[in-house]
């Protein structure tokens, strides 16, 4: 029996830490692994690793894991082969868009396919056929925002400046919580390390969020702000920025910072102060720390991504940076120099080209709001979905209001899921396509590359043989295509393998073949543990694509946007209010089927402040009753003064016990979704986003 090491990154979150993967080859060819462990050669992650990487494994070996395509028969499923699932598939989906319209197909891809380079370079193989409108992914739930706003002011939705962590010497945090993501757009492992380093240097940080959370508990500062109002905190020290002449000039070109000035002049600290919770005088007094320091950044999150006011809150990010002089600077925020250039080889993107069918909501980059999926399903006329195709995503437990996209899809004449499992979505579909497991198949990070908080490449090889008649994602979507193609009478251009794909991105590159670096696919098996292409610099006035060529500050959308949130009316006194949470052992709604990464004290509970749970009369553990607008959930109570008064916290992504779900693990575990209580009425007004924090809820006794 043979011994062999592997290196490898990690895919399951953000952080794509370096890996050294153990495995032994058994005589009768099979090959098991041993141990899974941070690879201390890596140079960007550092011999960092996380439990979720070692949970790698338990996917390879879980006995639920699809292995080969299934079909339900009569409410059971039966195993199918590949060629006559990609027949089925075509033929009911040419039917239905015969009668009904081509966009009576719908599209959901999920959060794991932007960790999945065959996703990324061939799914719209197939799905570019269908020349449906009705497209959505998880981007709607989560970092929308993000990419209107640097599609708005830079030119292109992925020019998106990241937090330069290992030279700042002020980080201020609203909404994130990295101990716990390992970072979001911003791709930075290792990274309780680097914010002991930026400690350690003399610089300060200070995190903003309704919940102490565990990188709030590490912080120098930790302010509480209500949810869905960081805007408020924001606009204050903007315009304390502005009023206290705090603002540095930038050599950066930029045009309508006089109308920014002129927008923001009447929400002043103290105007801001009762709305957010945050007094003036803390206000004003971080406005000059951050002004002071010798280099500053401002990050937000999840928290202010998935809220009312996202794409206002990320704009108000961009101009603090802008004006004190840290966007596109040294310890300030700075755009990636990828070795797979996105940005210079693709077009910034559109928005508002096309709109929802029944709310008018608008697109993004040829997706619409994923809040609008359920109703559109269920409404019915002319352009109404009457079936779907889901990749990699569970939208009934990490959308808004999934009860009701429950229910809508038990409506669909057809469903086909590209999936690892039977789970709270796919149970609803009549195919199933699983792809290789993740150590099956080759990996490039085309995505994270660009949100990485240093300029980093590697490629990983499979550590895994490919089991006889399975398909790599990609492949299934090459033969989806075929299928539909040849059941249409339509032309198919040949298309090459990722593989060469990512080769010629490299050789195109920054660092490719006109470079002293001569980065190719070929560079990169020579390197198993990843090759690191220097800090982040600035660059961003020369990779600018707005029409102008000069940063857009005022954008008219955005700067309207301040009269919806002046005239928004507040909560009333008492009334709680959600938020989300998040854990290092999970993440969204798939990592709770493996027993390394449930095990340990519960995490599914909503957490209440110890006043708000005395004042409705409950104790500390006991069972409540939570109840929305759109959905009510029975789940364990939890006294925490990490909470923010009149704020309750609840994880998504639990709530597994429902019928037909064939995950053992996961069914056991108690816990409710909290996305039976978000509300898809409750939308960033500007770009669509859910916002799933800040939803009105009612807590009572079970």
Not at 67 to 92: C, H, M, N, S, T
Not at 224 to 233: H, K, S
Not at 555 to 566: G, K
Not at 589 to 601: A, D, F, I, P, T
Request: one cysteine or more; glycine letters at 8%.
């Amino acid at each position: 029996m043979t011994k062999t090491l592997h290196h490898r990154a990690c895919h399951l979150c953000e952080a794509i830490c370096g890996l050294t993967i153990e495995t032994q080859d058994h005589e009768d060819g099979s090959r098991q692994i041993l141990s899974i462990k941070g690879d201390a050669q890596d140079s960007f992650s550092r011999g960092h690793i996380c439990p979720k990487a070692v949970a790698l494994q338990d996917i390879q070996n879980d006995p639920d894991r699809l292995r080969q395509p299934v079909r339900k028969v009569d409410g059971q499923w039966q195993p199918i082969g590949w060629d006559e699932a990609f027949e089925l598939v075509a033929e009911r989906l040419s039917a239905i868009q015969a009668e009904h319209g081509k966009n009576a197909v719908a599209v959901y891809q999920g959060n794991p396919s932007v960790h999945n380079y065959g996703l990324m370079t061939h799914s719209n193989y197939f799905l570019g056929q269908l020349k449906t409108r009705n497209r959505f992914s998880a981007t709607s739930v989560d970092q929308l925002p993000h990419h209107l706003t640097s599609y708005l002011m830079y030119g292109h939705g992925l020019l998106l400046p990241i937090p330069d962590i290992d030279h700042t010497q002020f980080m201020l945090i609203l909404g994130g919580n990295p101990l716990a993501s390992n970072g979001s757009i911003m791709t930075v492992p290792d990274v309780e390390k680097r914010l002991k380093a930026l400690k350690a240097r003399g610089g300060k940080l200070v995190v903003v969020d309704p919940r102490r959370s565990e990188t709030a508990a590490m912080a120098d500062q930790h302010l509480f702000v209500r949810p869905g109002n960081d805007a408020a905190l924001l606009l204050g020290l903007l315009n304390t920025l502005f009023d206290e002449g705090l603002t540095r000039e930038s050599p950066l070109p930029v045009n309508g910072m006089e109308q920014v000035k002129q927008a923001i002049a009447s929400f002043t600290a103290e105007s801001m102060a009762a709305r957010c919770g945050v007094a003036a005088a803390e206000i004003r007094q971080l406005a000059r720390d951050f002004a002071a320091a010798e280099s500053a950044v401002c990050y937000g999150r999840m928290g202010v991504s998935t809220q009312a006011y996202g794409s206002l809150c990320h704009w108000l990010i961009q101009l603090i940076n802008l004006v004190t002089g840290n966007l596109d600077r040294v310890g300030g925020t700075l755009c990636t120099s990828p070795a797979v250039d996105l940005v210079a080889n693709t077009s910034g993107g559109h928005f508002n080209v096309w709109q929802s069918r029944v709310s008018g909501l608008p697109e993004y980059g040829g997706e619409l709001p994923v809040a609008a999926l359920a109703e559109e399903m269920l409404t019915p006329g002319e352009g109404q979905i009457k079936a779907l195709i889901s990749v990699a995503g569970n939208p009934v437990l990490s959308t808004p209001n999934g009860g009701q996209l429950e229910r809508a899809l038990d409506g669909l004449e057809f469903m086909v899921s590209v999936d690892l499992y039977i789970n709270e979505t796919t149970r609803h579909a009549d195919l199933i396509l699983p792809p290789t497991a993740p150590l099956e198949h080759d990996h490039y990070d085309t995505t994270f590359n660009v949100f990485a908080v240093r300029n980093v490449t590697r490629f990983n090889q499979p550590v895994l043989a490919k089991p006889e008649g399975a398909l790599d994602d990609w492949e299934i979507f090459v033969g989806l295509a075929r299928a539909f193609a040849a059941k249409n009478g339509t032309e198919l251009k040949p298309t090459m393998a990722p593989q060469q794909m990512i080769d010629m991105g490299l050789r195109a590159g920054p660092y490719g073949d006109r470079s002293e670096h001569k980065l190719s696919l070929a560079a990169l098996h020579e390197a198993p543990h990843g090759i690191d292409l220097g800090p982040l610099r600035p660059n961003l006035a020369a990779r600018l694509k707005t029409d102008s060529k000069a940063i857009e500050a005022a954008p008219q959308l955005l700067v309207a946007d301040l009269a919806r949130f002046a005239a928004e009316p507040q909560p009333s006194a008492g009334e709680l209010v959600l938020i989300g949470r998040r854990h290092v052992r999970s993440n969204n709604s798939w990592m709770h089927n493996y027993q390394r990464l449930v095990k340990g004290k519960p995490r599914h509970q909503l957490l209440m402040h110890p006043d708000d749970m005395a004042g409705r009369g409950l104790a500390d553990g006991q069972r409540v009753r939570v109840q929305s607008r759109v959905g009510m959930i029975e789940v364990e109570a939890v006294a925490s003064d990490e909470m923010m008064p009149s704020v309750v916290s609840l994880p998504h992504g639990w709530g597994h016990a429902r019928p037909g779900v064939q995950m053992g693990i996961a069914s056991a575990q108690p816990g409710a979704s909290a996305n039976d209580l978000t509300d898809e009425r409750q939308l960033d007004a500007v770009s669509g986003n859910a916002a799933l924090n800040g939803v009105p809820v009612r807590v009572e006794a079970a």
